[in-house]
């Protein structure tokens, strides 16, 4: 019942009115999702609008490589089938999994493609659609997260169910915890349900999200299309084996790892520092939990419109600041940014 509950919490939020109508005052690069808090490092214009230049052949390669990647583990752990190799295969598929939604969050700002159609269509067709979103019904929560970041109506609270009816933070959302704690709730997400609700969700709210008829037709077909062949192919169990499992256990946990890292117990001496966390992270971490640049989370709030690509630019950018370098939470691994969550 609580898990019914929240879904129909989720379809009454989208189908809100124009939930990300753009409120920003004098915005150095006009986006609709531009936040309404202060910006207290405003960069040159002249250097925004550079940084938020789109490069839609590079977002296009890059979105092609996550798909090499997730077709070559399941190829590898097929064709050479063990136990350890399959786990591999989980843990691979599910981080593209995730990198496939970060690359989709960033066709929600509009930044993948110039075209808007052209952006909403591809990334649904090569991000959204596949992992059971879509980039409407995202950019509905992220739209306000982004204008309204940790305040009333801040689109997180709905989408990850951050706070209670009360507006206080729900259990989960309590930091810092202990070390068990925190690994409880990644272990427990991470247990399949959560991610089955998730799928649930998805698939059932973005029928509630206002969209054009030709862009209902085409997910419609896609599903069915997907549907079809598995069927056809008799491939419904390898289906669950490598896109299930991956995105019910790994692709979850990072997820929730993730969001952790940007908004939990994070502490600054000027608020507006504090509202998100930057977590630069090591290689590895790059390519298991954090991808796409995801980890540069201060300056993606303050600069929606620069791509994913262009983040570590704005990044050396802003650490030219003296006020940024000296009160912004940077942090260079995802364990340091997690450390920081944990209680001593």
């Known amino acids: 019942m609580a898990a ?7 379809i009454a939020y989208l189908r809100l009115e124009n939930p990300t109508e753009d409120i920003s005052t004098n915005p150095v690069v006009e986006h609709p ?28 390669l890059i979105t092609a490589g996550e798909w090499t990647a997730i077709t070559a583990a399941i190829a590898l752990s097929t064709y050479f089938w063990h136990p350890l190799l399959y786990l591999l295969a989980v843990i691979v598929i599910g981080s593209r999994q995730h990198a496939l939604l970060i690359l989709g969050h960033d066709a929600s700002h509009y930044r993948i493609l110039p075209n808007r159609w052209q952006n909403d269509l591809f990334s649904n067709l090569f991000m959204m659609w596949p992992t059971f979103a879509s980039v409407e019904s995202f950019r509905k929560f992220h739209g306000t997260h982004h204008q309204y970041t940790n305040l009333p109506n801040d689109g997180n609270r709905h989408i990850w169910y951050t706070h209670d009816a009360a507006g206080e933070l729900a259990p989960d959302w309590q930091y810092p915890k202990t070390r068990l704690g925190l690994a409880w709730v990644l272990l427990r997400r991470a247990a ?27 997910r419609i077909a896609f599903y069915g299309t997907i549907a079809g062949v598995l069927t056809w192919f008799g491939s419904w169990y390898a289906f669950l ?8 256990t790994w692709h979850i946990a990072v997820q929730y790892a993730r969001i952790i890292c940007e908004h939990s117990a994070v502490e600054s001496e000027e608020e507006e520092y504090a509202i998100t966390r930057t977590t630069i992270p090591t290689f590895l971490e790059s390519i298991f939990i954090l991808p796409c640049n995801v980890g540069y989370h201060l300056e993606h709030h ?38 920081e969550c944990v209680r001593p």
């Open 4 to 10: 019914l509950a929240r879904v129909n919490q989720v």
């Open 33 to 60: 999702h531009n936040t309404a808090r202060m910006i207290p490092e405003r960069l040159p214009a002249a250097t925004v609008k550079e940084l938020s230049r789109l490069d839609p052949v590079k977002a296009v």
């Open 192 to 218: 399949f349900v959560t991610g089955l609700f998730w799928i649930v969700r998805s698939l059932v709210g973005a029928s509630f999200v206002p969209s054009p008829r030709w862009m209902v037709a085409a």
């Open 241 to 248: 084996l490598y896109w299930i499992v991956p995105f019910c």
């Open 302 to 339: 303050w600069y929606p419109s620069v791509p994913f690509y262009r983040l570590p630019e704005l990044h050396q950018a802003l650490m030219e600041r003296e006020g940024f370098r000296k009160h912004a939470v940077v942090r260079r691994s995802v364990l340091t940014s997690l450390g």
